[in-house]
C-alpha cells in the first residue's frame, strides 16, 4: 500500500470470559485499510468478524494489541490508551436499522447533528442532511415517518445517518442482512456507490461470500478468531491459500490424493502430474480440489488419467448452467456446464479434467 492506511489494526486480540472458560474471539490480528479503501471482513459465523469491528468502534476492549485511526492511536492495550467511541472518527451502520421510530426520517438523520458531540448550527444541519439523504436517494422522504418505509428504506436511513458527520471512516456489520434477497442484490451496487460517493474508508462485516467478491476492494477471509488471507477478490477467489478458504469462498470439488512420486498425486482419478506442495514427500496426503467450471463432460468413452469415466447421479438445472454429480470411483465430482448441456442422470460419461486450474493443499 502507497498511501498510509486511515485504519491500522496490530496484533489485535480479544478474549471473553465464559463459563467454559475464556473464548478467544479474536486472535493477534494484523489488518490495514488504506484512503477510501473498501475492505470486507468474510468468514463463518463466530469467526470474530463482529469483534474485531466492535474493536475499531470503541464498543469493545481488546485485550491485546491496538489500532490506529486516520494516523490517531485510538487503542493501545498495552498501555490502556482508550479514545471512546464518540471520540472517534467513525460512522456505523448495523443489521438492525436502529432508526428511531418516533422520529421522521429528517431528524433520525440529523440526530447525529443535534444531539452528538458536534451541535451545527441549523441551517448548517439541514445542508448536512439533505445532502446525506440525497446521497441515498431519501430526500423525497424527508418528511416521512421512519415506520412508514420499507426496510430497504431504513437501512438507508440509517445509512445517510452514519455519514451525515462526515466520518473518514464507516463500519458495517452485515447492514444487508435483513432485506430480501433481490433487494440485497440492489443494495449491495448501491452501498459502493455511496461509500465511494462519500469518500469515506469502509469495513465491512459479512459471511455472504458472494457479498463479500462483489463489494470489496480486498477481502480479509477469517476463521477461528485468525485471518486466512487477505486479498483482492480475484486472488481469494481465483488463489486460495488453504483449504478453509478454498472450502468458504465460492464452490470446489476436494479429492483426498497422495504423493506417489516426484511431481506425481494418486487418486480415485487415477495418477496425475501437479506440482505438490513444496515439503510433501512421497506417501503424505494431500487434497486436489478444482472448481465445477473447469470440469467437462464427454459421451466418448475410453479412459485415461486425463478424463476418467464416472456416472451422472444428479442433475440440477439452474437456467444459465447445469450441475451435474458425477461418480467416479466413489468420489462425487460436480460438473457446473451451460445451461443447454443435456446430460441425463444414470449415464455413463468421461468426465474432462484440465491439466491447470488445480490447487493442491497439503
Ligand atoms: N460479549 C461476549 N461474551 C462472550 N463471548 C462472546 C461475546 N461476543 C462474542 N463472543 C464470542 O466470540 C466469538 C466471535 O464472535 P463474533 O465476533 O460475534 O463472531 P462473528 O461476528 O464472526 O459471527 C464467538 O465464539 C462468540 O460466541
Ligand atoms: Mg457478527
Redesign the pocket.
Known sequence: MSSKPIISIRGLEKT?P?DRGP?R?VNKINLDVAENEFVVLL?P???????TLRCVAGLEKPTGGSIDIAGELVNSAETRHFVPPEKRNIGMVFQSYAVWPHLNVYQNVALPLTDGRERLPKKQVRERVMESLELVQLDELETRPVTDLSGGQQQRVALARAIVTKPMVLLMDEPLSNLDARLREEMRLELKKIATTAGVTSLY?THDQAEALSLGDRVCVMNEGEIQQVGSPEEVYGNPPNHFVADFVGDMNFIKGKVSGPGQIDSPLGIRSHDVPSNSQVGSEVTLAIRPQFLDLSLDLGQNSQSPEGTVVIKTYLGDAVLYEVDVSGVTLIARLPGESHFNVGQRVTVVLPSDHWHIFP
Open positions: 471473553f465464559s473464548v474471539a468468514g459465523s463466530g469467526c470474530g468478524k463482529t469483534t462485516v
